[in-house]
């Protein structure tokens, strides 16, 4: 079996969206002084590789404690996007063309390539975006989740998120930002796990995903 970790390392040097902080790690308990190490970690709920709930845009919705464990596992599958230029769009096409793969799966992740802008500025660029016909079509489908390689599913500046709003406005579901390695995954569906800190009523949190199949 070959398992993938699909997240970026949280350290205090990593990205983070404008205008938030990065994590800070403070030594709070040492070998020397008191026989043992512990860290006291301040992160915002959206950093690194993390996931949204609807809760994280529109009041009253759904947050991600109140999701099932069964939500953040299941089968994906990968729509590659790599030879999408910035400013260029993922349509709904990008989807269809992976046929009953894209439409069985319970997690679609879609990629770009902009990971490998990680750690520069041009990360903040202008990436690649779904289409509000893309989202429309993956609502209708009904996946646990999406997942990018990039550090939203709006771009960061414009219109204040209306790609979040459409896909969150009445349905359960979760997306994941901040993905890398979608380029080493196999072409055909894998299993995949994301789940987030049990965090109560969490408008987000840090995942670890990963991607395992067999060889």
């Not at 350290?11 to 030594?27: A, I, L, W």
């Not at 910035?86 to 989807?95: C, F, K, S, V």
């Amino acid at each position: 079996m070959t398992v993938l970790d699909l997240s970026h390392p949280m350290e205090s040097s990593m990205p983070v969206y404008p205008g938030t902080e990065p994590p800070r790690f403070e030594p709070a308990n040492t070998y020397e002084k008191d026989g043992f190490k512990e860290t006291k970690v301040t992160f915002f709920t959206h950093t690194g590789t993390h996931m949204d709930p609807p809760a994280h845009i529109l009041p009253g919705r759904t947050s991600l404690d109140q999701f099932p464990p069964s939500q953040f596992i299941g089968t994906a599958v990968v729509i590659d996007c790599g030879d999408i230029p910035a400013g260029g769009t993922i349509g709904p096409d990008r989807i269809l063309s992976r046929g009953p793969d894209a439409e069985k799966a319970d997690f679609l992740l879609f990629r770009t390539g902009w990971d490998r802008f990680w750690g520069t500025p041009e990360y903040f660029g202008d990436y690649p975006c779904l289409t509000m016909e893309a989202i429309d079509l993956i609502i209708k489908r009904g996946y646990k989740g999406i997942g990018l390689d990039v550090i939203g599913l709006d771009p960061v500046w414009g219109e204040p998120l209306p790609r979040h709003k459409r896909l969150f406005q009445n349905t359960d579901i979760v997306n994941i930002e901040n993905l890398t390695r979608l380029d080493m995954c196999p072409p055909t569906p894998f299993h995949f796990s994301c789940f987030p800190l049990p965090i109560h009523d969490a408008d987000g949190s840090p995942v670890r995903a990963v991607a395992w199949w067999d060889e």
